[in-house]
T-cell receptor, first 114, second 116 residues
Framework: ELKVEQNPLFLSMQEGKNYTIYCNYS?????LYWYRQDPGKSLESLFV?????AVKQEGRLMASLDTKARLSTLHITAAVHDLSATYFC??????????????FGKGTKLSVKP | EAQVTQNPRYLITVTGKKLTVTCSQN?????MSWYRQDPGLGLRQIYY???????DKGDVPEGYKVSRKEKRNFPLILESPSPNQTSLYFC???????????????FGPGTRLTVL
């Protein structure tokens, strides 16, 4: 059974600081997804990581994937208040994702304070 | 605009009164799914569909029904709602991966359901 675990689940940061959110998954997967959710809103796709060693960056967020370690990271650089949200990672239920289902982590609630 | 729509966005109902939440996507996606989101429990899958007339149970299907008669629509039916079905519901769709696509899921805006 595929399990996706994120840590930390809650993260309170000061503006300007750096931090990393970790996403571990339990079975072989060739891809990993990151989503952002603002309070009361829907999930918005942030990054799609499709291969070992993939790295993607958008503004102050950078995501990477190590399929051998079954680990993805979401690194936050010089945090600002606008990054406050809940971040989810998700892995396909089967290798290659052909079946369609994604298994989501429980989410990391990030709060950036001045 | 490519999107997943859900209706209604908010609904307050009473125990036992049948309701349907509609979901529609305009991206010609084969795969569609329903999730519920509850505090501390994350996203849990209710049902999913890999194509027209093909549906299957997710992790928490009890008390729900779905149908997929057309590719674009995937309604969620609660035949006899109960208070433990009070939740935030999301519909999502994605292409089935092929040589030029990958199963990034696109989410609808959510339906907040309260069952009294």
């Amino acid at each position: 059974e595929l399990k996706v675990e994120q840590n930390p689940l809650f993260l309170s940061m000061q503006e300007g600081k750096n931090y990393t959110i970790y996403c571990n998954y339990s079975t072989t997967s060739d891809r990993l997804y990151w989503y952002r959710q603002d309070p009361g809103k829907s999930l918005e796709s942030l990054f799609v990581l499709l291969s070992n060693g993939a790295v993607k960056q958008e503004g102050r967020l950078m995501a990477s994937l190590d399929t051998k370690a079954r680990l993805s990271t979401l690194h936050i650089t010089a945090a600002v208040h606008d990054l406050s949200a809940t971040y989810f990672c998700a892995a396909p239920l089967n290798y290659g994702g052909s079946q369609g289902n994604l298994i989501f982590g429980k989410g990391t609630k990030l709060s950036v304070k001045p | 605009e490519a999107q997943v729509t859900q209706n209604p966005r908010y609904l307050i109902t009473v125990t036992g009164k049948k309701l349907t939440v509609t979901c529609s996507q305009n991206m010609n996606h084969e795969y569609m799914s329903w999730y519920r989101q509850d505090p501390g429990l994350g996203l849990r899958q209710i049902y999913y569909s890999m194509n027209v007339e093909v549906t299957d149970k997710g992790d928490v299907p009890e008390g729900y029904k779905v149908s997929r008669k057309e590719k674009r629509n995937f309604p969620l039916i609660l035949e006899s709602p109960s208070p433990n079905q009070t939740s935030l519901y999301f519909c999502a769709s994605s292409p089935i991966p092929g040589s030029s696509s990958y199963n990034e899921q696109f989410f609808g805006p959510g339906t907040r359901l309260t069952v009294l």
